[in-house]
């Protein structure tokens, strides 16, 4: 069964067991409740049934695991979250989350410091596509029925959102590394509609950075609200090894309006954790509401009063909380040495796929995706490669993941024949690479010599074909 001896940590239980003896001591002037008598045998089947079906999982956990977005969040993320759940507070009121609206606050704090700003207004969120609605909905307070606009890479999220807060939305075309193209930006804002720009710090395909140096100096002409949609980028604003393109648009990202960041992506929380944070905190203004039955007990700021969702979880709060005290978000720190790790491994594996006679890397990272076809004749024989090296390298237990790139992407001569596609619509399904564990790095020879053996397997059976 466990072949290779897999074996998850288990010393965050050992941690766990001592803060609740802390946790329970703080409450020791109660009398004793006598818990509900629990019949064990039963529960404890009940947990091992609950184990096996979760066996159904990919390995998210692994370093070999690395396709989409997906991790575990840290041990201490892990273990203060669940310290938290013995108290299960609600993070809506004071009242149900008396300590951990103020670590809410306090983590939000740091995120806005990240960002280099000394003024915010913000809170965590059930995730990134909570956020975004909330920075959607207040851009639709400030300029009601304006347009939102937004890449054609950027998370699909902001149509739908768009819609359901009725605002007209649009996109705007992307150069070929997949960076919004800041000429069809003016041309379109020149239709003089446009409320908002989305702009994109790392889009869930390709973690491409758009250009918001370009941008702010468009806003500076025309005038728009500017919301960055960091959801899966964000944190590398704290890493030194990033392109100078990127460096330059995470050092403009002070003069922005608002900004999203999932700290349920690149935080090391578990789900559900997003954050939206507003520069002006006058936006506190639309959210202003009156529910006396749950804002009785103090005159300071209430979580609820400045988000939409009511119910929140306190304990994800505790969580982040906890994780930003053991690993802080400093430049030059642990944690931002975990996310330089991560871009390393991209371009490593990046600088292995380009050397390598069977693949086509086409972009060069810019944070720590890795996107690749396989060679054919057309589009369409490398699409299926790719699926067929994708297959080839589960059954090593490697784990990586599909898209689809415009074939605008590739050099012109990449196909020989494009069978009839017009070659500017033609998408060429690509393997994709997420390495957002910091081990990736340490592991990429296990992940490389898996992909190459994939690769070799799928293309001497059809060399033997022909
Ligand atoms: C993941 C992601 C979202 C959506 O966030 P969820 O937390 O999945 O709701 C939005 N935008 C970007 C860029 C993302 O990567």
């Not at 804002?189 to 100096?217: F, R, S």
């Not at 639309?286 to 300071?300: C, G, L, M, R, V």
């Not at 430049?331 to 594996?349: D, T, V």
Request: charged content about 15%; glycine content about 6%; hydrophobic content about 45%.
């Amino acid at each position: 069964m466990l072949a290779y001896g897999m074996k998850f940590e288990e010393e965050s239980l050992v941690w766990l067991q001592n803060a609740l003896s802390t946790l329970a001591e703080g409450f020791s002037s109660l009398p004793p409740n006598s818990s509900p008598s629990l019949d064990q045998a039963p529960m404890a089947a009940v947990l091992q049934e609950t184990a096996i079906r979760l066996r159904e999982n990919y390995p998210y956990f692994h370093p070999l695991y690395a396709g989409q977005m997906l991790k575990p969040p840290h041990p201490v993320a892990r273990a203060a979250y669940a310290l938290a759940t013995w108290i299960n507070p609600n993070n809506h009121a004071l009242d149900g989350g008396r300590a951990s609206s103020k670590m809410e606050i306090e983590a939000i704090q740091a995120l806005a410091t990240m960002f280099g700003w000394t003024a915010h207004l913000g809170h965590l969120t059930s995730g990134g596509t909570f956020a975004n609605l909330e920075a959607l909905w207040v851009a639709g307070q400030l300029h009601p029925g304006r347009t939102i606009l937004a890449s054609d890479q950027a998370h699909y999220t902001h149509h739908r959102i768009s819609g359901v807060l009725r605002l007209p939305f649009d996109t705007v075309a992307t150069d070929p590394r997949g960076r919004m193209d800041v000429n069809a930006l003016e041309t379109r804002i020149q239709k003089g509609d446009v409320g908002t720009v989305v702009v994109t710090m790392g889009t869930t395909a390709l973690g491409a950075v758009d250009a918001l140096p370009e941008i702010l100096a468009l806003r500076n002409r025309y005038g728009f609200r500017i919301h960055v949609d960091a959801a899966y980028g964000g944190y590398f604003t704290l890493v030194s090894n990033l392109d100078p393109d990127a460096a330059d648009v995470f050092a403009t990202l002070p003069a922005v309006d608002s900004i999203v960041i999932d700290p349920h992506k690149h935080g090391l929380q578990p789900y559900g954790c997003g954050c939206v944070l507003f520069q002006d905190p006058s936006v506190g203004r639309f959210y202003k509401h009156d529910s006396p039955y749950t804002y009785f007990t103090s005159d300071e700021l209430h979580l609820g009063e400045i988000s939409l969702e009511c119910s929140r979880a306190g304990a994800s709060a505790v969580a982040l909380w906890a994780t930003q005290r053991a690993l802080p978000l400093t430049r030059g720190g642990e944690f931002a040495g975990m996310l330089q790790s991560c871009r390393s491994a991209a371009l490593e594996l990046y600088r292995r796929i380009h050397a390598s006679a069977m693949f086509i890397a086409p972009i060069p990272p810019q944070l720590d995706i890795v996107v690749w076809a396989v060679r054919g004749d057309t589009p369409e024989e490398s699409s299926a490669r790719a699926r067929a090296v994708f297959d080839a390298a589960a059954r090593r237990n490697l784990h990586l993941a599909l898209v689809h790139l415009p074939r605008s992407c590739f050099r012109e001569n990449t196909w020989a024949t494009t069978s009839g596609f017009a070659p500017s619509t033609t998408l060429v399904q690509c393997l994709r690479s997420v390495l957002m564990k910091s081990e990736h790095l340490a592991w990429i020879d296990a992940i490389w010599e898996r992909i190459e053996t994939a690769g070799q397997e799928i293309l001497s059976a059809v060399d033997s074909a022909t």
